[in-house]
């Protein structure tokens, strides 16, 4: 039978690389894995130039509780691979002039965030309202380009009980640092940070004590992007789906087994054995899980989150999200 033939457009990390170099080929699939940036893969697969790729969580569950709503069909399918996990705690960021030290001062803020809808905002605002009792709907939001004027939403910034408007002549950036703006929410640093201005910092410091604090307290390692397919290859290849999601599960089961050598390290940081030794104590050997069972938990958070936030009409639930035949694969059955 000949190899089916599929193109997948993502960003390259240690968990991945495998796929990348050939080391680990899918099933039956000559994978054709193309890098790219996260913002690139995402448009370029929703245009239709793959078969394949990496998608935001946050923007494909909204799609998911759309289609569910109006009782219609996304033209793609998620396989549970999570490419992309971060905690957030870290992208929260504030002028310094208005004395917010902690995370309840931020009602009746303004806050600043390129997209509404940013799966890393979502996160950020579900650990605010259900960690720190501060709701979206205490803000005001100003939506726009981080570095560069003139982004515009992806989405509509129509959401219930919610007070956003866009700025299209400024930067993001420059609000924050001028005080036009309390805070911002952003996945990369602000310029203003990078450079080391006195008038921004992060609101968290020791973002390593925060974020292990708040995985041991909700059980949440948060997604941020998933393994899309194209609905019409995934009906016609079913298997297809499997077969990549072993792949990427085996790709990521060795990047985990190279951080286990203690000597040489594996990883460019002078502490990383002893790193990888606590995440272990915290999160176990396998802490980047893939599948469904596994994550479950943190699905159903984020789902919640979209409905709580505005921006999902209906929440959805992991069965809804997910190829049949993966849920379906042993060991990972709802």
Known sequence: MARLELSYAGHRSDRVDDLYFGVVKPAAIDLHF?????????????????????MSFSAYVIKAAQAKAEGTELPFIAIPVFPARTFRHGAIYVNTSKGITEPGQLKGR???VPEYAMTAAVWVRGLLQHEYDVPASSMEWITGGLQSPG?????????????????ETRTLN??????EVDALIAPQKPPALREGRPEVSRLFQDLAAVEQS???????FPIMHTLVMRREVYDKHPWA???LYQAFEHAKNNCLERLRNDEPAPVSIP???????????????DFWPYGVER???VIDALCQYAVDQGLAPMKVEAADLFAPSVLNHAGDRL
């Open 34 to 54: 193309v890098s790219l940036p996260p913002f690139q893969a995402f448009n370029r697969f929703m245009r239709g130039e793959f078969d394949t790729g990496e």
């Open 110 to 112: 303004k806050v600043a």
């Open 151 to 167: 982004r515009k939403p992806v989405i509509s910034l129509d959401f219930p009980g919610i007070r956003i408007r866009n700025e």
């Open 174 to 179: 420059d609000l924050l640092a001028e005080g």
């Open 214 to 220: 708040y995985y041991a307290k909700t059980g949440l």
């Open 241 to 243: 789906a499997v077969s």
């Open 271 to 285: 502490w990383s054995v002893s790193l990888r030794e606590k995440t272990v104590d915290l999160m176990g050997e």
């Open 295 to 297: 994550n479950l938990k």
